[in-house]
Every structure is written in C-alpha cells, then in structure tokens.
C-alpha cells in the first residue's frame, strides 16, 4: 500500500525557514513527479512546487519561487521541501502528493496520492 507521510511543519516568525519531509513507502523506485502542496482556511490548495525524482528537475510557483526549494533524499525515500524568509501568506497547511496524471504539474486535480498534510504557522 503506498503512503506518503509529511512532518516538519510548526511555528515560526516571519523571515525564518521550515523543512517539510514527505516519506514516501510502497511506491515505484526510479523517476516520477511529485508535488507539493498548500491549502489555507477557507482557500483553494494551491500548488507549490513540483519536481521530477532523480534528475531534480522542479518548477514553483510565483509565490515561492527564490524563497522555497523542492529536494529529495531518493536512498530514503524523502521528499523535502526547504522553505526560506517565510511569510505569513505561506502559512498553511502543506501536502506532498505522488501519482501524476500528466497534466499541469501544480494542479492538485493531476495527482491521486496524497499524504495527510502538516500545518505551517508564520506570525509576525
């Protein structure tokens, strides 16, 4: 049975930095695409981030993009995403998500498993 399982998530000031982890089990080895994603009260989850296992290759969105980092730890099955000078706009709660559809990358209609998400709180 495939599981994702997110952690990382917490509190912080504005300008401070989180990792997220995302353990994958029970999946293919090799390259896929993977996502990361966010979801705020009462707003639509949006996607963050995007990469390709392996090569490395990943896309953000506008919002994150210079200030969030996509990596993984594939001997360990981990998915990180390295978030940077956090806002109080990045305060969510974060998903990663494996199954791709092949469609838009950060759409979270394009992929099928999904973990069970970590909360982000950004104060100021």
């Known amino acids: 049975q495939v599981q994702l399982v997110e952690s990382g998530g917490g509190s912080v000031q504005v300008g401070g930095s989180l990792i997220l982890s995302c353990v994958v089990s029970?999946?293919?080895?090799?390259?896929?695409?993977m996502a990361w994603f966010r979801q705020a009260p009462g707003k639509e989850r949006e996607g963050v981030a995007s990469m390709y296992t392996i090569t490395g290759d990943a896309l953000y969105s506008d919002a994150v993009k210079g200030r969030f980092t996509a990596t993984e730890d594939n001997a360990n099955n981990t998915l990180f995403l390295n978030m940077n000078n956090l806002k109080p706009e990045d305060s969510a709660t974060y998903f990663c998500?494996?199954?791709?559809?092949?469609?838009?990358?950060?759409?979270?209609?394009?992929?099928?498993?999904w973990g069970q998400g970590t909360q982000v709180t950004v104060s100021s």
């Open positions: 998500a494996i199954r791709w559809r092949g469609g838009d990358p950060l759409s979270p209609r394009e992929y099928v498993i």
């Open positions: 029970g999946y293919k080895s090799g390259r896929y695409r």
